[in-house]
RNA sequence: GGAACGAUGGCAGAGUGGCCAAAUGCAUCCGCCUUGAAAGCGGAAGCCUCGCAAGGGGCCGGGGGUUCAAAUCCCUCUCGUUCCGCCA
């Protein structure tokens, strides 16, 4: 959520700022906030006076009843009911205005950085890196696609995936599952040096949902588990988010470093038919995210230190990549600023998004109500919270197939993943 | 799934209708002492919200109720702990 003091101290600023994203319904949104806030604080006072109004004459009761003066308590005890009675009808009307409030306020984007560059939407993203380790021309074997080669060498059975669950799910096999295992133990292990890992629930509350900004806006994406209130989580962004939800940090814990490989459950609701093949759009797929904590002016740097570290295991993977900006039309609801790293697989010519790293500034944070504390200093402030796809498994799978296959059929494994293969340095062509 | 007991400030933990925003301890901050630190001593300090301020309102797991007045009484939900059952 964006502050809603900032609206009130600063209307035509934020009007500005969220003007940038080019959405016209975000500004009809901003005014209905607008007016429910000024309404709101009007109802509020006039209902806190009448509060106050009650508690001094109930310590009134009090003190006559011991003073003995039981005429002048009755009276006091009837002001009061009467008093109570107006106060009680107001506070249903403020409690009805907050909620709507806090509706239209957890629907309203979060505003961008000054510095995210202005578009309309994905085509007016920029390139601001790469192309990098991009080889002059592909050659001839490497224009398969993945799976073409994957189902060729037995490391990716996609109809028994559908024959179990049904389509859109994905199966590795053999060195193919090792390969996909070997990528996540890569990614952690690049990040072990400043990220403590942990391994959270991957089914979470409705509140946990709320705090990343996926819910009330995109229940349609994420599986549900209507019986017990539960959802499967769309990225390891929202249990390690809300990791520290509710708690007040001391500043000189921060920033906060955590990561996770988890499993990430996506319904893509309304994009059926689209990347049916292969796998570069399922519902299930494995992924090790990094996040970070983190005080607002560390942030900055904690942005560039995420995008640097998920284009490093990029690029120790050999794979040709570029860095693209998400520019202000493209801009996720809770996003401040964002890069997206892409790979270029030769066998479906296409730039793939396998990363996406992410300043929220305090938006999820004041969801989720996670606060810090600097030493000698009254009161707490909102963190910023910030994460990264260290690795997501099945574009990065996809790529290294395509990239690496060699004339005779076969897929070398990178360098980079020798380590975790058992002694494989080659799928062997069947 | 059954039973019992719980949920109070950053943490631990008192408090059973008004003088309770809430004792006490730890942690924190300021001062004294010390070459410096620790210990000791004295003091400050909960959080949210409206307000330039003075000051007001709210918050004792969530929601509802009783009352002039609720941390305290009633209802309900959620979560936790322990025991039993089941189970990887």
Partial sequence: MIDVRLLRNDPEGVRRALARRAKPELLEQLDIASSLDDRLRVITLERDDLRRQVNELSKQVGALRKAGDVAASEAAMEASRELGERERSLAGESDDLSASLHDVMLRITNIPHPDSPDGAGEHDNPVVKGPVNMPATFADHQRVPHWETGTALGILDNERATKISGAMFTMQRGLGATMARALCQLALDRNADAFEEVRPPTLVSTATLTATGHLPKFADDAFAIERDGLWAIPTAEVPLTSLYAGEILDEPDMPARVMAHTSCFRREAGSAGRDTRGMLRTHEFDKVEILAVAL??????????????????????????????????????????????????????????????SWFSDYQARRADIRFRRPGQKGTEIAHTLNGSALAVPRVWAAIVENYRQADGSVRIPDALLPYMRGATVIPAQ
């Avoid at 801009?331 to 270029?344: K, N």
């Fill in 296 to 357: 607002p002016d560390q942030a900055a740097a904690m942005l560039d230190e995420l995008v640097t570290r998920c284009e490093g295991t990029i690029a120790a993977l050999g794979l040709p990549y570029r860095i693209i900006e998400i520019c202000t039309g493209d801009l996720g609801q809770s996003h401040h600023r964002s890069f997206d790293i892409e790979v270029y697989a030769p066998g479906c010519d296409r730039w793939l998004e396998v990363s996406s790293v």
